[in-house]
């Protein structure tokens, strides 16, 4: 079973000043987590991806995110806010490394972080 | 990147029509597609996941006779919302992957169905 937390459904920051969306997961595989971003009306657009390589992973538009495994944690991190970045954020873990494929199989949302900007 | 396009963006209807929600890939062969519903300031729920030629696996709780998924080909899946009802008024959103490269899903723009 495979379940994600997001401890925040509202984070507001000011333009220009550091981003942190926190997120938690269970797994009873080995994880593949992944950070989306949904704009109003939209679909999802993947932010980034961490498969077992890098603990520390870069993705589009300046953010980051670190996987700990001690802490069970994936939180999503961008240095210096944009009024763009306002938007609605997932985090998402999959069970992925079916025999003989490489499906990412099904995935499981947290119930997502509501980021505002202010000017 | 992959590309997927979802048809209609927005469909408004009388309560016991039926309503059919297209999902495109356009520049890769999808062998899985997955079907999600959005409520207001919630979450994704996965509905189904079809195999392209094969059919679709519903999650616990949704109806397959209410919700057709049809996957004839590798890039295209239809979603039927077969008559509906005020209920089932929601955002539905689709995705595609291809299972056998290292990439994760694709998500479309995602239709919003308001039934009157």
């Keep these: 079973a495979q379940s994600v937390t997001q401890l925040d459904s509202h984070v507001s920051v000011s ?32 932010l980034l991806k961490y498969t077992s390589a890098a603990t520390l992973v870069k993705g589009i538009n300046g953010f980051e995110a670190e996987f700990k495994k001690s802490e069970t944690s994936f939180h999503l991190t961008k240095p210096s ?16 490394a079916r025999a003989g494929g490489t499906s990412y199989g099904k995935l499981t949302f947290g119930q997502g972080t509501i980021l505002t900007v202010h000017p | 990147g992959a590309v997927v396009s979802q048809h209609p963006s927005w469909v408004i209807c009388k309560s016991g029509t039926s309503v059919k929600i297209e999902c495109r890939s356009l520049d890769f062969q999808a062998t899985t597609m997955f079907w999600y ?12 996941t079809s195999n392209e030629g094969s059919k679709a696996t519903y999650e616990q709780g949704v109806e397959k006779d209410k919700f057709l ?3 004839a080909s590798l890039t295209l899946s239809t979603l039927t919302v077969t008559s509906a009802h005020p209920e089932d008024s929601s955002f539905y959103i689709c995705s595609a992957a291809d299972i056998y490269s290292n990439q994760p899903q694709h998500f479309g723009d995602g239709t919003r169905l308001s039934i009157l």
């Design chain 1, 15 to 46: 333009e220009g000043t550091p981003v942190l969306l926190r997120c938690n997961y269970s797994s009873s595989y080995s994880p593949s987590l992944f950070w989306y971003v949904q704009h109003p009306n939209k679909g999802l657009q993947l």
């Design chain 1, 81 to 96: 806010a944009h009024m763009s970045d306002a938007a609605e954020y997932f985090c998402v873990v999959s069970d992925k």
């Design chain 2, 37 to 48: 519903r959005q409520f207001p300031k919630q979450s994704l729920m996965l509905m189904a």
């Design chain 2, 69 to 71: 998924i049809n996957h």
